[in-house]
């Protein structure tokens, strides 16, 4: 049952990402709502696949490709409703939404079987750890999305050109205003999924950093949003620079939270 309410969740939201970039070429307000309507139908039914895949794991369905990337997603679009519902920014969705389908859609392609945990794994620190790291992640991607809208948005005002996406797209203070905000709320909660990771590897392991390529890159990670907010508060890096690192540093975290795991053998690599 977790599995056709993943699908059908896979299906709403590939309508609402129709429904969101028409909105956005057509500047169709109804296109929108009707975006938005899927996007809480496809939330629904992701979050009951999410709950029946608990159900039957015993434990938080975060421990394998599927898994993460689910989580993932519905983080995302948990905050993305959330949003939506109190600032009201109806073109955020026409970008975030993809990506999350993506996410989504990947997850569709990969091996689904609920894994019993190894014995690592079988500790509370895997709730703890996972929640804020993907909290911190999720909250970095809309400083992606609107980091790539603030370009985009201040390319026309130079440009002069005013396309239909000028007419849609926030201004820059909203659009620099969502970046810093989503950094400033990721910062702390990627900084403490570290700090939980190094205690988990303490009990787990009995060491509180062996340099596992995870932790090595997460580190990279934190780093470079650490200089996001020194330049922010220090040097007062706003609007272009601010979005070029919210872009670099959103690249590492895809890199972080998929590449180590894919491609290099560490503690965190997918079997």
Same mark, same amino acid.
């Given at each position: 049952?977790?599995?056709?309410?993943?699908?059908?969740?896979?299906?709403?939201?590939?309508?609402?990402?129709?429904?969101?970039?028409?909105?956005?070429?057509?500047?169709?307000?109804?296109?929108?709502?009707?975006?938005?309507?899927?996007?809480?139908?496809?939330?629904?039914?992701?979050?009951?696949?999410?709950?029946?895949?608990?159900?039957?794991?015993?434990?938080?369905? #975060?421990?394998? *490709?599927?898994?993460? $990337?689910?989580? +993932?997603? =519905?983080? /995302?679009?948990?905050?993305?409703? %959330?949003?939506? &519902?109190?600032?009201?920014?109806?073109?955020?969705?026409?970008?975030?939404?993809?990506?999350?389908?993506?996410?989504?859609?990947?997850?569709?392609?990969?091996?689904?079987? #609920?894994?019993? *945990?190894?014995?690592? $794994?079988?500790? +509370?620190? =895997?709730? /703890?750890?996972?929640?804020?790291? %993907?909290?911190? &992640?999720?909250?970095?991607?809309?400083?992606?999305?609107?980091?790539?809208?603030?370009?985009?948005?201040?390319?026309?005002?130079?440009?002069?050109?005013?396309?239909?996406?000028?007419?849609? *797209?926030?201004?820059?203070?909203?659009?620099?205003? =969502?970046?810093?905000?989503?950094?400033?709320?990721?910062?702390?909660?990627?900084?403490?999924?570290?700090?939980?990771?190094?205690?988990?590897?303490?009990?787990?392991?009995?060491?509180?950093?062996?340099?596992?390529?995870?932790?090595?890159?997460?580190?990279?990670?934190?780093?470079?949003?650490?200089?996001?907010?020194?330049?922010?508060?220090?040097?007062?890096?706003?609007?272009?620079?601010?979005?070029?690192?919210?872009?670099?540093?959103?690249?590492?975290?895809?890199?972080?939270?998929?590449?180590?795991?894919?491609?290099?053998?560490?503690?965190?690599?997918?079997?």
């Amino acid at each position: 049952m977790n599995i056709t309410f993943f699908l059908i969740s896979l299906g709403a939201y590939l309508v609402a990402v129709f429904f969101h970039t028409l909105f956005m070429i057509n500047r169709r307000d109804w296109a929108g709502k009707w975006g938005n309507i899927f996007t809480v139908i496809g939330c629904l039914f992701h979050s009951c696949s999410f709950a029946i895949r608990f159900f039957h794991a015993k434990h938080l369905p #975060i421990t394998n *490709l599927h898994e993460s $990337l689910s989580f +993932f997603a =519905l983080i /995302i679009i948990l905050i993305y409703l %959330f949003i939506e &519902y109190k600032y009201k920014i109806p073109s955020l969705g026409a970008f975030i939404l993809p990506l999350a389908f993506i996410f989504v859609l990947y997850a569709s392609l990969v091996a689904k079987e #609920i894994q019993p *945990l190894v014995p690592a $794994l079988q500790s +509370f620190w =895997l709730g /703890i750890h996972t929640v804020t790291s %993907f909290g911190g &992640y999720a909250t970095f991607a809309f400083a992606f999305c609107a980091s790539i809208m603030y370009l985009i948005q201040e390319g026309q005002l130079k440009s002069k050109s005013f396309g239909p996406l000028y007419y849609r *797209l926030p201004s820059l203070e909203v659009l620099d205003d =969502l970046m810093h905000r989503s950094i400033a709320f990721g910062f702390p909660l990627l900084t403490l999924g570290i700090i939980t990771g190094s205690l988990w590897a303490s009990s787990a392991w009995g060491a509180y950093w062996s340099w596992d390529p995870k932790e090595t890159w997460a580190l990279i990670t934190w780093f470079i949003y650490a200089a996001v907010v020194h330049a922010r508060f220090t040097v007062g890096w706003r609007g272009r620079k601010a979005a070029y690192l919210a872009i670099i540093g959103f690249c590492f975290v895809l890199f972080t939270f998929l590449g180590v795991n894919l491609l290099l053998k560490g503690f965190h690599s997918y079997i």
